[in-house]
């Protein structure tokens, strides 16, 4: 299946684009500019030896030519970045991992903002309403993508309104060692799976630690009569 990491460029886009080639999926590494692409293909091959499942492209040519596309850009460039990309877009599932952080507007990351579609996956749904969108990665950090010989020792808490879109990037997304997925629901939930990351970057910055991720439990014990 193609990949098209949209604004693959930074430290989230590049970690997860490099542990999807590392599992050998094809990933095209998407940018405003392609120049700015290669140079992140030439960062994942740095780690990874000389493969050939990844290559550049702009993030419309990434978004035309992937089977499924992962957003990974700063609030501020959601809205621009997803114009952008309209018409490749068009019909895939669309992962979101937009975090709506007050650091956006020059506050803390620690702290989460309110938007007034309840969420920045449902914001990207707003602006691109016949893309499948799905909140996902929002938990998992840079650090965790790039420590490439560990399995992430993560869940992916997931939700969106498309059940098939869901079903078809479950099994992808845990192609990755070590994440589960765990679909939340409908993607109105995004609005509490969103808020989990500040809640992280908090606990890392307490902890002195760059590892905060969640797992939930107890989902496969069955019922209590
Ligand atoms: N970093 C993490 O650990 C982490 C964890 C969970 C969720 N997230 C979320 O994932 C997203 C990406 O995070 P990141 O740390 O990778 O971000 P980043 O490095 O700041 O930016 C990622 C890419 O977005 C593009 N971009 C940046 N500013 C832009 C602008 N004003 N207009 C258009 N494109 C712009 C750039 O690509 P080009 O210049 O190549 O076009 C850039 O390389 C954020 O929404 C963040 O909240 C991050």
Known sequence: MKIGVIGGTGGQGLGIAT??????????????????????????????????????ATNQDAAKESD??????????QKDTLLSIKEGATGKPLLDATGPLMS????????????????????????LPAAKVICAFNNI????????????????????????????????????PGIKVVDCGALERASIIEKITPLLI??????????GGIRITGLDKGRVC
């Open 19 to 56: 542990r999807f080639a590392q599992a050998g999926e094809e990933i095209i590494i998407g940018s405003r500019t392609l120049e700015k692409a290669q140079v992140g293909v030439d960062k994942v091959k740095e780690l990874l030896g000389d493969i050939k499942n990844v290559r550049a």
């Open 68 to 77: 499924v596309l992962i957003l990974t850009v700063p609030l501020a460039a």
């Open 104 to 127: 956006a507007i020059g506050g803390s990351a620690t702290q989460c903002m309110l938007l007034p579609e309840g969420s920045a996956a449902q914001r990207a749904q707003t602006i």
């Open 141 to 176: 950090s840079q650090t965790w993508w790039m420590q490439l010989d560990e399995p992430i020792d993560c869940d992916c808490l997931i939700c969106g309104d498309d059940k098939d879109a869901k079903a078809m990037v479950t099994p992808l997304i845990e192609m990755v």
């Open 202 to 211: 908090g606990l890392n910055i307490r902890n002195k630690c760059q590892f």
